[in-house]
């Protein structure tokens, strides 16, 4: 596929076009393909190749990806938006929520598949659902826990525990989803809320801040300074610390009693489209047990339809999981990024 992309100083894409030359899709076979904006990588080989072709073979269509980043991908609908030339998207929960509210999306249309889901996979009365669902949580070295004799964490509030002096590790909140939502969860144990940041922030340099050893941008250290033996306590999925552990990292997970946060991935049927009955039949498929098993199989995605073959194993903890408030949150947080990078990691 080949885009033409025009750039402004103030805003990514200001103008894109597609060429269906470049995929080698004729005018005439045009009506039966659809366009699905999602990550290229491994998650879009593995659909291409195992999660798509039952649909395309069902109803005789193509579904050619739109690779790109959920800001890329936001950036293309949003330039297109009152001629769409994609027909579905899938976005991080935050940059969903953002589509939502820009009118980018529309109602995903009842049904079995959409009722089989969890509850927190229901997003913003059906205008998207997730595909994949993550939480995160608190991870800790077995090894180091089992040499300072220390239980195992129960509690967002136990970032703050003087004992953990030099064995944190958080990710940036301005930078990592992860470190956001251990932010959040640490202020509710202080009595804020998700549109109220003003507890952890006024407590943060005398409660968690001196138990940090390395603020960092993502979580791809946490595996260095686990090895190293740096790391003790930190916030990452459940998903992360299973992949740690198959590589025989001293490693394991906690969902904290005040709840362990949804991490998602969100599809939604792009507004105006030009095929709407395909598109939504296309995100129903997506939400079956059938596809999202596939998904789990070939891709690794954790199912947010608990019938899915292979599912189960977290459905105790996303039935319990907390949703983040994230209408509140992007109203804010760009001011939230600016205070944390001058008073947190300054």
């Excluded at 003003?198 to 090895?227: C, H, R």
């Amino acid at each position: 596929m080949r885009f033409s992309i025009k750039r402004s100083a103030h805003f990514g894409v200001v103008a894109l076009g597609f060429s269906l030359a470049g995929l080698g899709v004729s005018a005439a076979s045009a009506e039966t393909t659809l366009y699905i904006g999602m990550n290229g990588g491994d998650m879009e080989r593995a659909f291409s190749q195992y999660v798509f072709p039952p649909f395309e073979q069902a109803n005789n269509v193509k579904v050619v990806v739109v690779p790109g980043t959920s800001a890329d991908v936001l950036a293309k609908a949003q330039a297109y938006k009152d001629k769409p030339q994609m027909h579905v998207m899938f976005l991080d929960d935050g940059v969903m929520n953002r589509a939502v509210s820009m009118g980018l999306c529309e109602k995903l249309k009842p049904s079995p598949e959409l009722d089989q889901l969890y509850k927190t996979a229901r997003v913003k009365d059906d205008m998207s659902a997730a595909i994949d669902m993550g939480l995160t949580g608190l991870a800790y070295n077995t090894k180091l826990f089992k040499e300072k004799g220390w239980a195992p964490p129960t509690s967002w509030a136990d970032l703050a525990d003087p004992k953990y002096k030099g064995k944190v590790v958080f990710q940036s909140m301005s930078t990592s989803t992860f470190g956001l939502h251990a932010f959040l969860m640490f202020n509710r144990t202080l009595g804020g809320d998700d549109a109220n940041v003003e507890p952890a922030f006024d407590k943060w340099s005398e409660t968690v801040g001196p138990n940090v050893l390395e603020y960092i941008p993502s979580s791809a250290k946490v595996a260095e300074m686990l090895q190293t033996g740096e790391a003790g306590l930190f916030p990452l999925t459940y998903t992360s610390v299973s992949r740690l552990k198959k590589r025989g990292m001293p490693i394991e997970y906690v969902a904290p009693k005040e709840g362990a946060v949804v991490l998602s991935v969100g599809e939604c049927v792009i507004a105006k489209n030009d095929q709407p009955e395909l598109a939504q039949k296309l995100a129903q498929y997506l939400l079956s047990a059938k596809a999202q098993g596939l998904a789990l199989q070939y891709s690794g995605n954790e199912p947010s339809n608990p019938t899915a073959p292979g599912a189960g194993e977290m459905k105790d903890a996303l039935e319990a999981a907390t949703v983040i408030d994230w209408s509140a949150i992007n109203k804010n947080r760009a001011a939230w990024n600016v205070r944390w990078n001058r008073s947190v990691e300054r």
